[in-house]
């Protein structure tokens, strides 16, 4: 069992910035992949950026140039850089980690709140 835990969420006023990190209880050094999905109420979890060992990285079509995930391998942490946010950003961000193409971990999520 991995546990992952979230931080760095809060509120913010829009055109702000944030970053969010992602401790991992283990070594993410040999992880498939990890990434950001965020939440809304009455919505289903999507994803906001992913990135894979071999350095693939995906994100979603609204937060392409202002996003940026990197991860940290020394410090079993993934982060989201957030830029420019908006208020459309707001939601329950949660941590994603998929240690092979088998399993995968969820961490309890952090709010994000863009006011306008």
């Known amino acids: 069992q991995v546990q992952l835990v979230e931080s760095g969420g809060g509120l913010v006023q829009a055109e702000g910035s944030l970053r969010l990190s992602c401790a991992a209880s283990a070594s993410i050094f040999r992880y498939h992949a990890m990434g950001w999905y965020r939440q809304t109420p009455g919505a289903q979890r999507q994803l906001v950026a992913r990135?894979?060992?071999?350095?693939?990285?995906n994100y979603e079509d609204s937060v392409k140039g202002r996003f940026t995930i990197s991860r940290d391998n020394s410090k079993n942490t993934v982060y989201l850089q957030m830029t420019s946010l908006k208020p459309e950003d707001t939601g329950v961000y949660y941590c994603w980690a998929r240690p092979t193409p088998w399993n995968e971990f969820w961490g309890q999520g952090t709010q994000v709140t863009v006011s306008s």
């Open positions: 990135i894979y060992t071999a350095g693939t990285i």
